[in-house]
């Protein structure tokens, strides 16, 4: 039975997950903003969405399928401020969320860093 759990585990995420990336590919493809423009769209959803708790029972339904794309980090920043406010007031709205992001964000300067020095990026010519 658990590897059944894990298979419907896996679809969940798929699921959630590629419908957050279809809906930016539609808003890319058919609307005139920008793919920039789109991102900070997410983060701000999330934000949102957290800020009221409406993306917490997602998370529990599609664990890395919600947490994964930038609605996730959106959410990862609204639940660290609202937490570090509940903890050590008002300055922790300011502190919360870049605490509770610090590990992804490290981890993307590093990665990012690696994939730099191992594939050698070039200038992008006009």
Known sequence: MEILDMALMYLKAFC???????AGQL????????SARILVGYVTAGVILGALGWYKPLIDFAGAGATTPL????YLLAHGAMEAVKQE??????TGGIRAAAGGIAAAVFFGYLAALIFKPK????
């Open 123 to 126: 200038m992008k010519s006009i």
């Open 71 to 74: 609605t996730g980090f959106g």
């Open 89 to 94: 007031g008002l300055i922790g709205a300011f």
């Open 16 to 22: 959630v997950g590629g419908l957050l990336c279809a």
């Open 27 to 34: 808003m890319i493809m058919k609307t005139q903003l920008t």
